[in-house]
Nanobody, 113 residues
């Protein structure tokens, strides 16, 4: 089972990026999926989650700017990020919960001021 994240990059403050994370390799019965991020020198923190029935939850720091969505048929989630700030700079890790938790390798987002 693999989680393949993509979409990171370098963007100026105020810009947008869209991250994707696809679960492959026979993963089934995926419950929650979502994103954490880890900024340099800081702990990994939760960014957003989405349940199988599309209920979403966001960290206060990204509410109104980030939107998580999910395609259950593809076991893929997306994170649309707008109005990006330098403090959004981090490595973003996706995860998927079945009977265990699977993690992607991370995709780097850098927001310049």
């Amino acid at each position: 089972v693999q989680l393949q994240a993509s979409g990171g990059g370098l963007v100026q403050a105020g810009g947008s990026l869209r991250l994707s994370c696809a679960a492959a390799g026979g993963i089934t019965s995926v419950n929650n999926m979502g994103w954490y991020r880890q900024a340099p020198g800081k702990q990994r923190v939760l960014v957003a989650t989405v349940t199988k029935d599309q209920r979403t939850n966001y960290a206060d720091s990204v509410k109104g700017r980030f939107t998580i969505s999910r395609d259950n048929a593809k076991n893929t989630i997306y994170l649309q990020m707008v109005s990006l700030k330098p403090e959004d700079t981090a490595i973003y890790y996706c995860f998927a919960v079945t009977l265990t938790i699977y993690w992607g390798l991370g995709t780097e987002v850098t927001v310049s001021s």
